[in-house]
């Protein structure tokens, strides 16, 4: 899966455009328990690079997510690579914009 997305260059606005267009992702419920962390990794494992289906399991909006009484964006957690706007968390491995947001956050 890895190879293919981050070599692409499309991704970023082909990722953008699903975004802002509306695409209805699966944002809740939050990866808040070791469970559904596996159960979401899973499903993205399966997933094989479609990059829609990615993007719906793992809850991307276009905007952070307030979540617990934190605010809950790409670009303050821990798989975020500030300087590459890359989400490194290995079963991703997708461009991302700071403000964005996956259920998948981790502080």
């Not at 992702?25 to 289906?53: C, G, M, Q, Y």
């Not at 790409?74 to 461009?95: D, K, N, S």
Request: hydrophobic share 40%; aromatic share 6%; with cysteine.
């Amino acid at each position: 899966m890895v190879a293919k997305i981050t070599t692409d260059e499309d991704v970023p606005g082909q990722i953008r455009s699903l975004l802002a267009g509306g695409l209805k992702t699966e944002v809740f419920p939050r990866a808040d328990s070791h469970e559904n962390v596996a159960e979401i990794i899973d499903r993205l494992r399966a997933a094989d690079e479609d990059i829609k289906a990615l993007l719906v399991i793992a809850g991307f909006t276009d905007h952070p997510v307030e979540h617990g009484g934190m605010e809950q964006a790409c670009g303050t957690c821990m798989y975020y690579l500030i300087h590459r706007h890359f989400c490194e968390l290995p079963e991703l491995a997708v461009p991302v914009e700071p403000q964005w947001s996956c259920r998948l956050w981790r502080i």
